[in-house]
Protein backbone atom coordinates (compact mmCIF):
# COMPACT_ATOMS: atom_id res chain seq x y z
CA UNK A 1 0.00 0.00 0.00
CA UNK A 2 1.18 3.39 -1.15
CA UNK A 3 0.83 6.78 1.02
CA UNK A 4 -1.97 7.48 3.89
CA UNK A 5 -2.15 3.67 3.97
CA UNK A 6 1.89 2.71 3.09
CA UNK A 7 3.09 0.10 6.02
CA UNK A 8 -0.25 -0.99 7.64
CA UNK A 9 0.35 -4.30 5.98
CA UNK A 10 1.21 -7.46 7.57
CA UNK A 11 -0.88 -6.16 10.49
CA UNK A 12 -1.24 -8.26 13.79
CA UNK A 13 -4.28 -10.93 13.45
CA UNK A 14 -6.82 -10.61 16.39
CA UNK A 15 -9.84 -12.52 17.45
CA UNK A 16 -13.31 -11.40 18.47
CA UNK A 17 -15.55 -13.72 19.16
CA UNK A 18 -15.35 -16.37 15.93
CA UNK A 19 -14.09 -13.72 13.92
CA UNK A 20 -10.39 -12.78 13.10
CA UNK A 21 -9.66 -9.47 11.76
CA UNK A 22 -6.28 -7.68 11.09
CA UNK A 23 -5.09 -4.42 12.69
CA UNK A 24 -4.71 -2.20 12.54
CA UNK A 25 -8.36 -1.96 10.94
CA UNK A 26 -7.91 0.14 7.75
CA UNK A 27 -11.12 3.28 7.00
CA UNK A 28 -10.92 4.06 2.80
CA UNK A 29 -14.05 5.69 2.56
CA UNK A 30 -16.75 6.91 4.48
CA UNK A 31 -20.27 9.45 5.38
CA UNK A 32 -19.66 11.24 8.11
CA UNK A 33 -21.27 14.39 9.96
CA UNK A 34 -21.50 15.17 13.63
CA UNK A 35 -22.99 17.71 16.15
CA UNK A 36 -21.70 19.88 19.04
CA UNK A 37 -23.93 20.55 22.17
CA UNK A 38 -23.76 22.02 25.60
CA UNK A 39 -25.11 19.79 28.90
CA UNK A 40 -24.45 19.89 32.26
CA UNK A 41 -21.15 20.25 33.45
CA UNK A 42 -21.74 18.51 37.15
CA UNK A 43 -23.56 15.77 35.11
CA UNK A 44 -21.38 15.29 32.41
CA UNK A 45 -18.55 15.45 34.79
CA UNK A 46 -19.88 12.21 36.79
CA UNK A 47 -19.95 10.33 33.41
CA UNK A 48 -16.02 10.74 33.40
CA UNK A 49 -14.05 7.00 34.14
CA UNK A 50 -11.56 9.20 36.17
CA UNK A 51 -11.01 11.82 38.20
CA UNK A 52 -7.88 12.87 35.70
CA UNK A 53 -10.27 13.11 32.95
CA UNK A 54 -11.49 16.82 32.48
CA UNK A 55 -14.94 17.40 30.05
CA UNK A 56 -14.00 20.43 27.65
CA UNK A 57 -16.68 23.55 28.76
CA UNK A 58 -18.26 26.41 27.22
CA UNK A 59 -18.85 27.97 30.47
CA UNK A 60 -18.57 27.22 33.97
CA UNK A 61 -21.58 25.50 34.31
CA UNK A 62 -21.88 23.70 30.68
CA UNK A 63 -19.82 21.03 29.37
CA UNK A 64 -19.84 19.57 25.29
CA UNK A 65 -21.32 16.87 24.12
CA UNK A 66 -21.00 15.43 20.41
CA UNK A 67 -22.42 13.01 18.48
CA UNK A 68 -20.90 11.77 15.08
CA UNK A 69 -22.48 10.01 12.66
CA UNK A 70 -20.06 7.27 10.16
CA UNK A 71 -21.51 5.33 7.76
CA UNK A 72 -18.64 3.32 6.80
CA UNK A 73 -18.45 2.29 2.79
CA UNK A 74 -15.06 0.66 2.41
CA UNK A 75 -13.20 -0.77 5.49
CA UNK A 76 -10.68 -4.11 6.13
CA UNK A 77 -13.57 -5.55 8.37
CA UNK A 78 -16.32 -4.63 6.07
CA UNK A 79 -18.87 -1.65 5.33
CA UNK A 80 -21.19 -0.59 8.70
CA UNK A 81 -22.59 2.04 10.36
CA UNK A 82 -21.61 3.81 13.39
CA UNK A 83 -22.90 7.07 15.80
CA UNK A 84 -20.65 8.18 18.60
CA UNK A 85 -21.44 9.35 21.81
CA UNK A 86 -19.10 11.35 23.56
CA UNK A 87 -17.47 13.98 25.65
CA UNK A 88 -14.54 16.15 24.51
CA UNK A 89 -12.20 16.14 27.82
CA UNK A 90 -8.35 16.22 28.31
CA UNK A 91 -6.63 14.08 29.99
CA UNK A 92 -3.98 14.90 33.67
CA UNK A 93 -4.61 18.74 33.47
CA UNK A 94 -7.82 20.89 33.66
CA UNK A 95 -8.96 23.02 30.84
CA UNK A 96 -9.75 26.35 29.99
CA UNK A 97 -12.99 26.50 28.70
CA UNK A 98 -13.74 26.54 24.50
CA UNK A 99 -10.52 26.70 23.99
CA UNK A 100 -9.26 22.97 23.46
CA UNK A 101 -12.49 22.43 21.13
CA UNK A 102 -11.07 24.98 19.17
CA UNK A 103 -7.13 23.39 18.91
CA UNK A 104 -8.46 20.02 19.71
CA UNK A 105 -5.25 17.53 18.54
CA UNK A 106 -2.80 20.58 19.55
CA UNK A 107 -3.95 20.61 22.90
CA UNK A 108 -2.03 17.96 25.20
CA UNK A 109 -4.04 15.54 26.60
CA UNK A 110 -7.60 16.26 24.48
CA UNK A 111 -9.68 13.10 23.12
CA UNK A 112 -13.26 12.06 23.28
CA UNK A 113 -13.95 10.29 25.88
CA UNK A 114 -16.59 7.34 24.47
CA UNK A 115 -19.99 6.99 26.28
CA UNK A 116 -21.60 4.90 24.08
CA UNK A 117 -21.20 3.79 20.39
CA UNK A 118 -24.20 1.72 18.67
CA UNK A 119 -22.79 -0.28 15.10
CA UNK A 120 -24.81 -1.92 13.08
CA UNK A 121 -22.93 -5.48 12.61
CA UNK A 122 -21.75 -8.12 15.57
CA UNK A 123 -18.29 -7.97 14.09
CA UNK A 124 -17.83 -3.98 14.77
CA UNK A 125 -19.23 -4.64 18.40
CA UNK A 126 -17.22 -7.52 19.36
CA UNK A 127 -13.63 -6.03 17.75
CA UNK A 128 -14.81 -2.63 19.56
CA UNK A 129 -15.63 -4.18 22.85
CA UNK A 130 -12.38 -6.75 23.06
CA UNK A 131 -9.61 -4.55 21.90
CA UNK A 132 -10.52 -1.35 22.73
CA UNK A 133 -13.02 -1.30 25.66
CA UNK A 134 -15.65 0.43 23.18
CA UNK A 135 -18.81 0.60 24.87
CA UNK A 136 -20.55 -0.60 21.30
CA UNK A 137 -23.70 -2.01 20.55
CA UNK A 138 -25.62 -3.29 18.02
CA UNK A 139 -28.72 -1.40 16.50
CA UNK A 140 -29.94 -0.60 12.84
CA UNK A 141 -29.51 2.59 11.34
CA UNK A 142 -30.91 4.10 8.42
CA UNK A 143 -28.69 6.87 6.28
CA UNK A 144 -29.74 9.27 3.60
CA UNK A 145 -27.11 11.26 2.10
CA UNK A 146 -27.96 13.78 -0.30
CA UNK A 147 -26.37 16.88 -2.12
CA UNK A 148 -27.82 19.01 0.81
CA UNK A 149 -27.75 17.31 3.85
CA UNK A 150 -27.02 13.74 5.56
CA UNK A 151 -29.07 11.97 7.95
CA UNK A 152 -29.33 8.94 10.35
CA UNK A 153 -32.17 7.39 11.95
CA UNK A 154 -30.84 5.12 14.87
CA UNK A 155 -32.60 2.84 16.35
CA UNK A 156 -32.59 -0.59 19.01
CA UNK A 157 -34.94 -3.38 20.04
CA UNK A 158 -37.59 -1.25 17.99
CA UNK A 159 -37.26 1.53 19.85
CA UNK A 160 -36.02 4.73 18.09
CA UNK A 161 -32.95 6.29 19.97
CA UNK A 162 -32.66 9.49 17.89
CA UNK A 163 -32.83 11.15 14.33
CA UNK A 164 -30.30 13.11 13.16
CA UNK A 165 -30.16 15.64 10.25
CA UNK A 166 -27.18 17.52 9.20
CA UNK A 167 -26.86 19.84 6.15
CA UNK A 168 -23.65 20.09 4.22
CA UNK A 169 -22.39 23.53 4.72
CA UNK A 170 -20.36 25.76 6.81
CA UNK A 171 -16.11 26.82 6.45
CA UNK A 172 -14.23 24.30 4.22
CA UNK A 173 -11.47 22.80 6.71
CA UNK A 174 -8.85 20.13 5.41
CA UNK A 175 -7.69 18.47 8.47
CA UNK A 176 -5.26 15.37 9.06
CA UNK A 177 -5.17 15.61 12.57
CA UNK A 178 -5.43 12.17 14.67
CA UNK A 179 -9.08 11.57 16.61
CA UNK A 180 -7.97 10.68 20.13
CA UNK A 181 -10.61 8.46 22.17
CA UNK A 182 -10.28 7.32 26.14
CA UNK A 183 -12.30 3.91 26.32
CA UNK A 184 -12.03 1.66 29.50
CA UNK A 185 -10.88 -1.83 28.98
CA UNK A 186 -11.12 -4.58 32.22
CA UNK A 187 -10.69 -1.33 34.16
CA UNK A 188 -8.20 0.09 32.82
CA UNK A 189 -8.58 3.83 31.04
CA UNK A 190 -7.25 3.11 27.61
CA UNK A 191 -6.36 6.34 25.07
CA UNK A 192 -6.67 5.17 20.94
CA UNK A 193 -4.83 7.88 18.52
CA UNK A 194 -6.25 7.04 15.22
CA UNK A 195 -4.86 8.41 12.15
CA UNK A 196 -7.22 11.00 9.98
CA UNK A 197 -7.19 12.57 6.83
CA UNK A 198 -9.91 14.39 5.92
CA UNK A 199 -12.14 17.42 4.58
CA UNK A 200 -14.53 18.52 6.33
CA UNK A 201 -17.00 21.51 6.42
CA UNK A 202 -17.82 23.84 9.78
CA UNK A 203 -20.98 25.06 11.01
CA UNK A 204 -21.39 27.48 13.85
CA UNK A 205 -25.46 27.54 14.80
CA UNK A 206 -27.87 25.12 14.27
CA UNK A 207 -29.42 26.71 11.01
CA UNK A 208 -31.03 23.21 8.47
CA UNK A 209 -30.14 20.95 11.76
CA UNK A 210 -33.15 18.16 12.65
CA UNK A 211 -31.86 16.22 15.87
CA UNK A 212 -34.68 14.71 17.97
CA UNK A 213 -34.06 11.90 21.03
CA UNK A 214 -36.38 8.82 21.42
CA UNK A 215 -37.72 6.82 24.01
CA UNK A 216 -34.90 4.50 24.22
CA UNK A 217 -32.86 3.87 27.27
CA UNK A 218 -29.55 5.55 25.91
CA UNK A 219 -31.26 8.52 24.64
CA UNK A 220 -33.01 9.21 27.95
CA UNK A 221 -29.62 8.72 29.26
CA UNK A 222 -28.57 11.57 27.22
CA UNK A 223 -32.02 13.84 27.55
CA UNK A 224 -30.67 13.58 31.52
CA UNK A 225 -27.49 15.45 30.61
CA UNK A 226 -29.38 18.88 30.41
CA UNK A 227 -28.34 18.26 26.36
CA UNK A 228 -29.07 21.41 24.39
CA UNK A 229 -31.80 21.25 22.39
CA UNK A 230 -29.80 22.77 19.32
CA UNK A 231 -26.24 22.23 18.94
CA UNK A 232 -23.38 25.11 18.35
CA UNK A 233 -20.92 23.38 16.29
CA UNK A 234 -21.83 21.21 12.85
CA UNK A 235 -19.24 19.19 10.93
CA UNK A 236 -20.09 17.60 7.67
CA UNK A 237 -16.80 15.16 5.75
CA UNK A 238 -16.63 16.07 2.38
CA UNK A 239 -13.93 13.36 2.48
CA UNK A 240 -12.39 11.14 5.40
CA UNK A 241 -10.01 8.08 5.76
CA UNK A 242 -8.63 6.25 8.75
CA UNK A 243 -6.53 4.11 10.34
CA UNK A 244 -7.25 2.82 13.79
CA UNK A 245 -4.63 0.86 15.92
CA UNK A 246 -4.91 -0.46 19.35
CA UNK A 247 -4.38 1.87 22.26
CA UNK A 248 -2.21 2.37 24.85
CA UNK A 249 -3.44 1.73 28.98
CA UNK A 250 -2.80 5.42 30.63
CA UNK A 251 -4.08 4.50 34.00
CA UNK A 252 -5.26 1.03 35.72
CA UNK A 253 -7.76 0.58 37.56
CA UNK A 254 -10.03 3.57 36.79
CA UNK A 255 -12.99 4.13 39.34
CA UNK A 256 -16.01 4.04 36.99
CA UNK A 257 -15.91 1.39 33.96
CA UNK A 258 -17.77 2.78 30.60
CA UNK A 259 -19.35 -0.25 30.16
CA UNK A 260 -21.94 1.39 28.30
CA UNK A 261 -25.32 -0.11 27.13
CA UNK A 262 -25.49 -4.01 26.16
CA UNK A 263 -28.11 -4.17 23.79
CA UNK A 264 -30.11 -7.37 23.02
CA UNK A 265 -30.22 -7.47 19.37
CA UNK A 266 -27.44 -9.95 17.30
CA UNK A 267 -27.67 -8.06 14.23
CA UNK A 268 -28.45 -4.64 13.14
CA UNK A 269 -29.60 -3.54 9.67
CA UNK A 270 -27.89 -0.97 7.87
CA UNK A 271 -29.51 0.55 4.60
CA UNK A 272 -28.26 3.50 3.08
CA UNK A 273 -30.01 6.01 0.34
CA UNK A 274 -28.14 7.99 -1.86
CA UNK A 275 -29.77 10.73 -3.96
CA UNK A 276 -28.16 11.84 -7.39
CA UNK A 277 -25.57 14.40 -7.20
CA UNK A 278 -23.37 12.51 -4.76
Given at each position: ?????????????????????????LYFRDD???????????????????????????????????????NYIDTT??????????????????????????????????????????????????????????????????????????????????????????????????????????????????????????????????????????????????????????????????????????????????????????????????????????
Amino acid sequence: MEGFFARTRPGATKSAGSTTFELPILYFRDDCFALFFTADRARVTQQMPSDRLFPVCATASRAFVGIAVFNYIDTTIGSYGEVAIVVPAVWNRRPLPILPALLEGRYPGFGMVVLHLPVTTAVARDAGRSVWGYPKFVADMEFEMTPELGSCELTEGGQQLMSIRVPRRGILVRDNRPLVTYSTRGGDLVRTTIRQRSVYRVGLGFRGVQFALGSHPVASELAALGISSRPVVTRFFLERSAILAEGEVVARNVARPLNGFSGAQAAGVHTVRYLTGI
